[in-house]
């Protein structure tokens, strides 16, 4: 038996999630004030993400209390409809996107943190917001993959989906600045413009990557042998 039920830690990491928007739409930054807000960056859009996916999982957990007190055919088929939508949701949203903002976050800041997240932030963002927003990300969904079986759609269509979300969002940066005249992070003032078309290019090669990684991870903890050996132990 696990130490804390799966459905207390969707519980808590939920009103972690809520913790962080709250504090983070309560700061005071330039950067929010332009065209675009806080929908300008990844990262808020990642934690909305998640904190959704989240809010699914739980509406999942208290309806499947319901449902097994009543025996409603009507509400196990509705059942079954959030449980493909949260099952989808993780495979192409949470996991890559979320994994996504961690690796590439983590990875320019140690590079060079002007970069993606300049030194005049810590300012205005606690490190314990920073690393809320752009660390437990990881952790969390790891929790949620290895606590709950989630069915992946076919590889083909879960990849065309993660692409089509990844193209929106770069053409979103690119007319954020058609818009503005400037770019949502100082890495691609620094670029040209083939270098902004390769360095996006990357990155959505990185994301599709991550996609197949969660895939395989999803299968690896939860495929049959592995299930049957765990259960016999």
């Known amino acids: 038996m696990a130490l804390i039920p799966s459905q207390i830690l969707r519980i808590a990491i939920l009103l972690s999630y809520f913790s962080i928007l709250c504090h ?125 079986r989630h069915r992946y759609p076919s590889r083909s269509c879960g990849l065309a989906a993660v692409c089509c979300f990844g193209m929106g969002y770069i053409l979103w940066t690119y007319w954020v600045h058609q818009v503005t005249g400037m770019w949502v992070y100082p890495i691609l003032e620094r670029i040209t413009s083939l270098g902004r078309f390769l360095f996006f290019a990357v990155l959505s090669a990185v994301l599709c990557v991550f996609y197949v990684l969660g895939e395989i991870l999803n299968s690896y903890i939860w495929d049959q042998p592995h299930t049957a050996k765990v259960k016999g132990e």
């Not at 319901?66 to 409809?81: D, V």
């Not at 320019?108 to 606690?126: M, S, T």
């Open 24 to 148: 983070y739409k309560a700061l005071d930054m330039p950067a929010r004030q332009t065209y675009g807000g806080s929908w300008k960056f990844l990262t808020f859009i990642d934690l909305v993400i998640q904190a959704v996916f989240f809010a699914l999982c739980v509406l999942i957990d208290v309806s499947s209390l319901m449902t097994r007190a009543s025996e409603n055919r009507e509400q196990e088929r509705q059942l079954r409809k959030l449980i493909s939508l949260r099952d989808w949701m993780l495979a192409v949203l949470a996991f890559p996107f979320g994994v996504f903002v961690v690796f590439t976050f983590w990875s320019l800041y140690l590079y060079d943190r002007e970069l993606i997240y300049p030194k005049l932030l810590d300012n205005f963002i606690p490190q314990w917001l920073n690393h809320g927003m752009h660390t437990t990300v990881l952790p969390f969904i790891i929790i949620e993959m290895r606590t709950t």
